[in-house]
């Protein structure tokens, strides 16, 4: 496979010992499209050290590789923080369950909201929305609300009302909320979201002077239990709803048809199926910000252990979610002020107005071990977002920093060392052919079909584990599931896994170097991998061009081949599913709708 060579998940390989064949080991279902592997590449000490050199040069010195050759292709990009900032806007969107076990929470936060704006830069021009967690029945849904405003007064806006008139409206509003029985008192604030960028509502919004098009956004979710369009991690039990209306709820909304998105007269995304999570909430309000900045975050419990009790509460399943794939701010509930939560979240939000956090690799097909990062010339921490081929710094500096991101090509893998016959004089056996860009483990041995004793991995929190299991079963297939630390302890290998299905793994939480080493450990051993969705995705060298919720995810992957992974299959039916279309220029996929 050719370096940057994109790949649909779509196929179907079994690869082992030199060849490719199609799968005959297992018979699967049309609803799951996979990737069949089985049975490293380690990088020399010589060109570990190659790379170690490449990084020691001071700030402004070109980066030199040392002979002898063949040595790494290293390079250093260097990028320059912007003189002024951002934007100098701020559009703040409380996002409300409006249950009756709020009242208390709500009143703490416009008691703490002075200390969002305080983290804001003196001069920035900010307005403040609040949105109610309705479902499609109520009128509020999608909308902004004001307990006593209306129109394009709704919005408080730093420009034409002071502190004091700013803070006393937000009070009001949050201390005077409407309940939506038909959503367990609103705590559907997901499908709130998502409806309030339908055309319609975002047209109205944009009339009363919010959503603008030129600034940054804060949301803020205030909820004491999970979003009812949120999927429970496979184990957890629910707290009982006994009205038993959260169910009734989340069927009738949480998967809809959301409407044709028209610009000008023109259909740019037909209407489409749409099951509304925390990724596809995300995505839509990416789309919106276009680049500006984005933080989401939220005001719930936190922690399951120190969750109240008493009444409905529970850990804000699907809330958090989405704040952690957005990378903001999570504010325990239980906390006495809420000061010092939105003390931070108005400093993230500051951050993100002034200073550049990510930054695009001008090369691809790196070796994402090798990236350093310097500010000012003093090393900093950073993440790699593999999907965007790109940095995202944990400190910045400030105005007019320089930012150094210096990183090399992955090293060459050492051809096999020739084999000796029995001959006084060494024969060089003849060189493997070999498939390009594919890893030597996927190509050593004998490869025989297995289909015997079959492990599965999975995100533990994403939750599919029940339903995935089950379709193997249904095909007759008995499965056990391993958790992480179970696969670094090489239980596969004592249990004698010969097939491990590698599904929905980075879906929210990252993999780690140990779980890829065991990983690559099993399949050098003789496993065999079957690997779907982002599971798939791990076994390539790149994944750019994937759903940008799993930002970070990716670093380290598995590997096996060298090349780019985009795309993919669909769940079956469709109803269950959506699409997006990362890159429309693309000759694949000019003229096809985005989602």
């Known amino acids: 496979m050719a370096k940057g060579e994109w790949v649909s998940s779509k196929s179907a390989l079994l690869i082992g010992n030199g060849r490719i064949r199609s799968p005959r080991a297992f018979v699967v279902s049309a609803a799951l499209l996979f990737l069949f592997l089985g049975a490293g590449c380690e990088v020399t000490p010589s060109a570990q050290q190659d790379i170690d050199h490449a990084f020691d040069p001071g700030l402004g010195t070109p980066l030199v590789v040392p002979s002898p050759a063949p040595t790494l292709g290293c390079f250093n990009d260097r990028y320059t923080q912007p003189a002024a900032a951002i934007t100098k806007k701020v559009d703040l969107l409380f996002m409300l369950d409006t249950s009756g076990s709020l009242d208390d929470e709500r009143l703490k ?169 925390p990724e596809s909430v995300l995505r839509k309000f990416q789309d919106l910000q276009g680049g500006r900045p984005l933080v989401i975050s939220a005001i719930a419990y936190t922690d399951p252990a120190t969750v109240p009790r008493v009444g409905e509460n529970e850990y804000a399943y699907g809330t958090l979610e989405l704040v952690g794939l957005a990378n903001g701010v999570k504010v325990e509930m239980n906390d006495a002020s809420y000061v010092s939560g939105l003390n931070r979240i108005g400093t993230l939000t500051s951050v993100k107005l002034n200073l550049v956090k990510e930054f695009p690799l001008t090369h691809r097909g790196m070796d994402a071990t090798s990236i350093r990062t310097k500010v000012d010339g003093r090393v900093v921490t950073h993440t790699y977002v593999p999907e965007m081929n790109l940095v995202s710094l944990d400190e910045l500096g400030t105005a007019e920093s320089t930012v150094d991101v210096a990183y090399c090509e992955p090293a060459p893998v050492p051809s096999p060392s020739p084999s000796v016959t029995p001959s006084p004089t060494p024969v060089p056996s003849p060189t493997p052919t070999g498939v390009p860009g594919v890893d030597p483990i996927c190509q050593s041995g004998v490869f025989s079909p297995k289909n015997t004793v079959v492990g599965i991995s999975i995100d533990p929190a994403e939750g599919s584990s029940t339903a995935i299991r089950a379709g193997f079963t249904a095909m007759g297939i008995p499965t056990t599931l391993y958790s992480d630390a179970e696969i670094v302890a090489g239980k596969l290998l004592v249990d004698g896994v010969t097939v491990v299905v590698l599904s929905r793994k980075v879906v929210i939480t990252a993999v780690s170097v140990n779980y890829v080493t065991a990983i690559r450990n099993y399949i050098a051993a003789g496993g065999s991998l079957l690997a779907e969705y982002d599971g798939a995705a791990l076994l390539f060298t790149q994944t750019v061009g994937l759903n940008v919720s799993f930002t970070g995810h990716f670093t380290p992957t598995i590997g096996l081949f060298n090349g780019n992974i985009a795309g993919g299959g669909l769940l079956l039916p469709v109803s269950f599913s959506a699409a997006f279309i990362i890159d429309p220029t693309h000759p694949v996929t000019v003229g096809v709708p985005t989602t």
């Open 109 to 277: 936060v416009s008691d703490g909201v002075d200390a969002f704006i305080a983290a804001l830069p003196s001069d920035v021009d900010y307005r403040i929305g609040v949105m109610l967690a309705h479902g499609g029945a109520s009128t509020y849904t999608g909308r902004l609300y004001s307990y006593s405003r209306t129109g394009n007064a709704k919005v408080l806006r730093s420009d034409l009302l002071t502190l004091p008139e700013i803070r006393a409206g937000l009070r009001s509003d949050l201390t005077h909320v409407r309940t939506d029985n038909d959503t367990d008192g609103g705590e559907i604030g997901m499908y709130s979201l998502t409806r309030s960028l339908d055309d319609d509502r975002l047209a109205e919004i944009r009339g009363q002077g919010f959503y603008r098009t030129d600034a940054a956004l804060a949301i803020i979710i205030i909820s004491d239990e999970n979003d009812i369009c949120a999927d429970y991690p496979a184990g957890v039990i629910p707290v009982p709803d006994p009205q038993g209306i959260e169910v009734v709820a989340k069927a009738r909304y949480c998967t809809r048809t959301a409407p044709a998105h028209v610009v000008g007269g023109v259909t740019v995304t037909p209407s489409y199926r749409e099951k509304i999570s």
